[in-house]
């Protein structure tokens, strides 16, 4: 511990600051590792969650080969289902990196100040 009260709020401060940002740099990466697998309601049938719902080829070429079945749509609601998920992945990871800095910054703050103290 800090001798003096003030240098010893500052190192508790400090601390705090790295856990949370440890736990919410935890939490970004967790959310950008683990993407969603099923497509919202009406995006595409070519989404790969969506695919898999079938049991064999035959059904998927059914469903493909449907009335009704607009190629084109299909692939553009798939790829703009893939462009969210990408721009969300990033977007975690980017609260990740920057919270992983933080936390890095105040255990050197810690670190220094309990060099001094």
Not at 56 to 80: H, K, P, T, V, W
Request: one cysteine or more.
């Amino acid at each position: 511990a800090l001798s003096s009260p003030i240098e010893n709020a500052t190192a508790v401060l400090a601390l705090t600051i790295a856990a949370g940002a440890a736990v919410t740099a935890g939490i970004s990466v967790f959310a950008a590792l683990f993407p969603r697998t099923k497509a919202r309601s009406g995006t595409s049938s070519l989404y790969f969650g969506e695919i898999a719902r079938h049991k064999d080829a035959s059904s998927l070429i059914r469903e493909i080969e449907s009335e009704g079945f607009d190629l084109n749509r299909q692939l553009a609601n798939q790829a703009l289902a893939c462009s969210s998920i990408c721009v969300a992945k990033m977007r975690w990871v980017k609260v990740s990196s920057v919270a992983s800095a933080v936390s890095i910054a105040s255990i050197a703050a810690f670190s220094l100040l309990m060099s001094i103290g």
